[in-house]
């Protein structure tokens, strides 16, 4: 195994995605399994080699230069490591005693950390969750029980003439946050879309107003979701503007950070987190941008009083009748997991192994190669660059001198289709304003300037056939 990880890791080629047809793959995948069902089967190395080859070879190839379609990270392999310990020594993490250094690493990652977010030492809280949708989901939990108090035990308050629940969001919020909302049971009629500017950040003369609307309207608009790296542009919302305006209305302040938060342990890059401090609370996924295996996610609060809001059970099997020094390092009953990964360890470990600076060089350079790449398509007169990228993704539409603007979305999706089809690049796409546009999301050290033309000429020559072939 450590072998076929080895030859993987040192494979600089090119490679997209191998998708194979599923019916295929199940047979290659069955014909692994030993047969026999009423005793132990011997083991078998070349059986096991046979199913790491499979593993490794139809997945994701996140440590490839053609790499560029997804927020999943290539790891520090020291991380995956670690991470290999873990599975092995077992230790759940959400209480003291069964895990012991892991809940010591979070409060020292936590510290570490919220030297770049800037909050008081003594006064917040960190708790990990495996994946920022979780994260949001529990930070606004949170938020609803501080508003709505009675909300946990007796169900929606709402009745005739009382406003009702409601989140403000950003027209560009990740779609965790809608579904969060229905599982509060707010319900998505209650999301109040807070207008965008053309950068694609929430507008925070504009938003004012559609707050104060929504009050007219019945709606008491308890948290307000701003994004810090929005999944599909990269966009950093004004956190400064918006947290004077989220206390002067004492609305919960939460950001989701899940991909954009760790520009804050680079010195070039945290500037675009500016007024993070006001936030009530952010989510942080560490298996982005800090390299480390999925899922870790940081959920921290401004005021730890609130970590403690989210939910309300009591269970003699796990939470202790009488605390003591021991159990207040419990993170269990601020998380919805009881038996949660120590996914904390891999984080921690190259922290401590490394430092600060594996993590901060390594963003910069991303962020740095995809603004030089936003200026080579800025050059390209068949290309159109949709914004300039504020971190690592990048989104812009392949257009021939004699393409029509009906068929602009067509083209830009059968391009993705056929580039993922062929395997050699990995990219997405979204649609912004209703019209498709390709994306690069660069997460991958290895990926230079030279591999970025080798996907425009791949882009060109696509379209081209793509173009013969309607003819």
């Not at 003594?122 to 979780?134: C, N, P, Q, W």
């Not at 709505?148 to 409601?166: E, H, I, K, L, Q």
């Amino acid at each position: 195994m450590l072998g076929r990880l080895e030859s993987h890791l040192s494979d600089s080629s090119i490679r997209g995605l191998d998708l194979i047809d599923p019916e295929t793959l199940t047979r290659a995948a069955r014909a692994l399994m030993a047969g026999e069902r009423d005793e132990i089967a011997p083991f078998d190395e070349k059986r096991l080699d046979g199913i790491v080859d499979l593993y490794v070879r139809t997945g994701i190839q996140v440590h490839s230069p053609g790499y560029l379609g997804r927020q999943f990270s290539g790891v520090v392999p020291l991380g995956g490591v670690v991470d290999f310990v873990s599975s092995v020594v077992n230790q759940p993490s959400s209480f003291y005693e069964a895990g012991q250094l892991p809940s010591v690493a979070e409060r020292i990652m936590a510290e570490e950390l919220n030297r770049f977010i800037g909050w008081e030492p003594e006064s917040f809280a960190m708790v990990t969750t495996s994946g920022g949708s979780l994260a949001n989901l529990t930070a606004l939990l949170a938020a609803r029980n501080k508003a709505f108090p009675d909300f946990w035990s007796s169900g929606s308050p709402v009745v005739d003439g009382a406003p009702r629940p409601a989140v403000a969001v950003g027209a560009d919020v990740h779609y965790s946050v809608s579904r969060a909302a229905g599982i509060l049971g707010i319900g998505e009629s209650q999301i109040v879309r807070l207008p965008l500017d053309r950068e694609q950040r929430i507008c925070p003369e504009r938003a004012r107003g559609a707050l104060e609307a929504a009050e007219r309207r019945g709606l008491k608009v308890f948290a307000l979701v701003a994004s810090a790296g929005t999944t599909s542009v990269g966009a950093f919302d004004p956190l400064d503007e918006l947290g004077d305006l989220a206390r002067e209305l004492g609305i919960w302040l939460h950001v989701d950070g899940a991909h954009g938060a760790s520009l804050l342990v680079s010195d070039k890059l945290r500037h675009k987190l500016r007024g993070i401090e006001k936030a009530d609370s952010l989510a942080w996924d560490a298996h982005k941008m800090m390299f480390v295996p999925a899922p870790c996610t940081l959920l921290f609060y401004r005021n730890k009083e609130d970590s403690d809001g989210a939910f309300q059970q009591h269970a003699s099997y796990v939470f202790d009748e009488e605390p003591d020094r021991y159990t207040e390092l419990d993170s269990g009953g601020r998380n919805f997991e009881c038996t949660k990964r120590p996914m904390i360890m891999p984080l921690w470990t190259l922290w401590s192994v490394y430092g600060r600076a594996l993590f901060a060089e390594k963003i910069e350079y991303l962020c740095e190669l995809t603004e030089e790449i936003h200026g080579i398509l800025l050059d390209e007169p068949d290309f159109e660059t949709v914004h300039r990228p504020e971190a690592n993704i990048l989104c812009f539409r392949h257009r021939p001198a004699d393409l029509s603007d009906e068929h602009v979305h067509r083209l830009q999706v059968a391009i993705r289709n056929r580039i993922k089809i062929e395997g050699n690049f990995f990219i997405s796409k979204v649609n912004i304003d209703g019209v498709a546009a390709l994306r690069v999301v660069v997460m991958n050290h290895r990926i230079t300037i030279e591999h970025v033309r080798m996907l425009l000429g791949e882009i060109r020559r696509v379209a081209a056939e793509l173009s013969a072939a309607a003819r």
